[in-house]
């Protein structure tokens, strides 16, 4: 059974930056697309970026664009998310997510999430 743990999550005035990280545990297929979500407050989950297995695939939500990047080491199983310039309409819960036996993907039916990490931002 894979584990998908997020840290890095906090309270962080607006402008300012955080970077997530998402560490993969247990047994994955040779190759597993990644992404991240987040669901803020009275809001439905919407997706905010999305990596193909090499990484020199990827893909953000408009809203997001120029501020975040999404980048993975394969080694370290981990994935991250670098947040800059952050505004109070990105204060939510974010979730990492895995699609097994993908090279890239885009969609919502991950097989396997993380369990969030809150981010803040202040005005």
């Known amino acids: 059974q894979l584990q998908l743990v997020e840290s890095g999550g906090g309270l962080v005035q607006a402008g300012g930056s955080l970077r997530l990280s998402c560490a993969v545990s247990?047994?994955?297929?040779?190759?597993?697309?990644m992404a991240w979500f987040r669901q803020g407050p009275g809001k439905e989950r919407e997706f905010v970026a999305g990596?193909?297995?090499?990484?020199?695939?990827?893909n953000y939500v408009d809203s997001v664009k120029g501020r975040f990047t999404i980048s993975r080491n394969n080694a370290k199983n981990t994935t991250y998310l670098q947040m800059n310039s952050l505004k109070p309409e990105d204060t939510a819960v974010y979730y990492c997510?895995?699609?097994?036996?993908?090279?890239?993907?885009?969609?919502?039916?991950?097989?396997?999430w993380g369990q969030g990490t809150q981010v803040t931002v202040s005005s």
């Open positions: 997510a895995l699609k097994q036996d993908s090279y890239y993907y885009v969609g919502y039916n991950y097989d396997y």
């Open positions: 247990g047994r994955t297929s040779s190759m597993y697309a």
């Open positions: 990596i193909s297995w090499s990484g020199s695939n990827t």
